[in-house]
Nanobody, 129 residues
Framework: QVQLVESGGGLVQAGGSLRLSCAAS????????MAWFRQAPGKEREFVAV????????VYADSVKGRFTISRDNAKNTVYLQMNSLKPEDTAVYYC??????????????????????WGQGTQVTVSS
């Protein structure tokens, strides 16, 4: 059974930091791009960041660029999202996701949720002002 399990969410004050983790099991994802998305109440799921399978390229949403860093450890089958300088507007449920294709170079397609086959259950991040 393939699973993605996020952890590391919580309540933090504006300006603070959190590190999210996404542990995969059931198969290796070392050949897949991995991404983070988020969804705030009443809003659509939005792209946050993606990292390619070979760990040479990353893409970020403009809203998080310079504050968030995506990384991965293929040996541990885990992807991370370091979030610094958090703002109240970052409050959302954060999801990790695995690309539905293998060995794919990053493109604008990776900003779309339907390009991902596996999803975690999400972890809540709440930033207070």
């Amino acid at each position: 059974q393939v699973q993605l399990v996020e952890s590391g969410g919580g309540l933090v004050q504006a300006g603070g930091s959190l590190r999210l983790s996404c542990a995969a099991s059931g198969r290796t994802f070392s050949s897949s791009a991995m991404a983070w998305f988020r969804q705030a109440p009443g809003k659509e799921r939005e792209f946050v960041a993606v990292i390619n399978w070979i760990v040479t390229n990353t893409v970020y949403a403009d809203s998080v660029k310079g504050r968030f860093t995506i990384s991965r450890d293929n040996a541990k089958n885990t992807v991370y999202l370091q979030m610094n300088s958090l703002k109240p507007e970052d409050t959302a449920v954060y999801y990790c996701a695995a690309d539905r294709q293998f060995f794919r170079s990053l493109s604008s397609d990776h900003r779309r949720p339907n390009e991902y086959e596996y999803w975690g259950q999400g972890t809540q991040v709440t930033v207070s002002s």
